[in-house]
């Protein structure tokens, strides 16, 4: 039988409460790709991330500065909840905050680091937060699949 | 002496959707096969906590943590 959402928060004793910092992000996104910017935005970076299941779907977009391969500007689009855009939202600013995140680092994020900078999640929308860093390492592909394509033009 | 338990991963495939937070979560210890059903390819992969946080966030219950 399937248990009560009740019953799942008094189980892992957490309270059903959104931190400060998530209803923050939720309430005003940082980095939000706004349809009337979708057209003049310049990126040289795309990746997404979804299941069909869970019915979410995550956009990213990254400005790459192609010289210290750092990220210089992001841009996110979900269909998700207020915990997947929290999250996405405190994760875009981590990727960007002190002059840009170089790549290398970037890949590294963990959903546990952008859970502990927003100040926590209720355990049972934790698996809404973990699209946003999954299309991050996308977008990151993404730049050096192309980044070799011109090595090897250059190549030739 | 502290007794020495071993502590068993059990993911029930039919449970599973194949969302993949467990697998974000700790990346060393689960992995999505070819049917997109979450598998524990290495049980030491990640300490108790983060393997306990993976179970704990699995929208389908799907992870259960068995004492042996």
Request: proline letters at 4%.
């Amino acid at each position: 039988m399937k248990k009560s959402e009740a019953d799942l928060i008094l189980k892992n004793e957490v309270p059903w409460l959104y931190s400060k910092k998530v209803k923050e992000h939720f309430f005003n996104p940082k980095n939000f790709m706004k349809p009337s910017e979708e057209k003049k935005f310049k990126y040289n970076a795309y990746g997404e991330a979804g299941s069909a299941v869970c019915g979410d779907l995550m956009k990213f977009w990254l400005w790459i500065d192609q010289k210290t391969e750092k990220i210089k500007k992001a841009r996110w689009r979900t269909f998700g909840c207020g915990s997947a855009i929290a999250s996405t939202s405190m994760l875009s600013v981590m990727i960007t905050e002190k002059g840009g995140m170089p790549l290398t680092k970037a890949q590294k994020i963990k959903p546990q680091d952008i859970m502990k900078r927003l100040g926590g999640l209720p355990i049972i929308k934790i698996h809404c937060s973990v699209l946003g860093d999954e299309a991050l390492r996308a977008a990151i592909k993404d730049y050096e699949r192309q980044k070799n394509e011109k090595n090897k033009n250059r190549q030739k | 002496m502290s007794v020495k338990k071993t502590k068993k991963i059990k993911i029930d495939r039919n449970k599973c959707i194949g969302c993949g937070t467990c697998v974000a979560l700790a990346p060393e210890v689960f992995e999505l096969d070819k049917e997109n059903k979450s598998w524990v390819k290495n049980p030491k992969g990640a300490n108790e906590e983060t393997i306990k946080l993976a179970a704990d966030s699995c929208p389908a219950e799907a992870i259960k943590i068995e004492m042996e």
